[in-house]
């Protein structure tokens, strides 16, 4: 899944450690854009926490998973991104619309009717 918002938060990193070893994480907060704007935390792991594109006030493009789960009769949902970049940042450059050098395509000649007999059908 994936989502374009503006980032309002970031949280402070959490670690803790596993059986594989030490773990970061941290949660930011994201708020779409729109009539009726809803704000979303996202979850990031290990290195997927990059400072430098975590900045308020920043349009993101964000990729993540979504996921539940059940403790005691209850349901969580994590949202876990695996991809965060400035928006845009991702999409390729629109291809010029002449080809190469933004020069418009060579046309046909002209083609002169005036002569046309009617008689001569191309098949």
Not at 10 to 21: E, F
Not at 59 to 71: P, T
Request: charge should be negative; charged fraction near 20%.
């Amino acid at each position: 899944m994936q989502l374009t918002a503006k980032l309002i938060q970031v949280l402070p990193v959490q670690t803790g450690m596993g059986k594989n070893g030490e773990w970061r994480k941290q949660n930011i907060i994201l708020e779409t854009d729109g009539m009726y704007p809803k704000k979303v935390c996202v979850t990031l792991w290990g290195d997927k926490i990059n400072e430098s594109v975590l900045q308020i006030g920043n349009i993101l493009d964000v990729s993540f998973d979504a996921e539940s789960r059940e403790y005691n009769g209850n349901w969580y949902t994590d949202l876990r991104a695996w991809k965060i970049e400035p928006a845009g940042a991702g999409t390729p450059e629109p291809s010029a619309p002449y080809g190469a050098g933004n020069q418009p395509a060579p046309s046909a000649p002209p083609v002169d009717f005036s002569g046309d007999s009617g008689d001569d059908l191309p098949f």
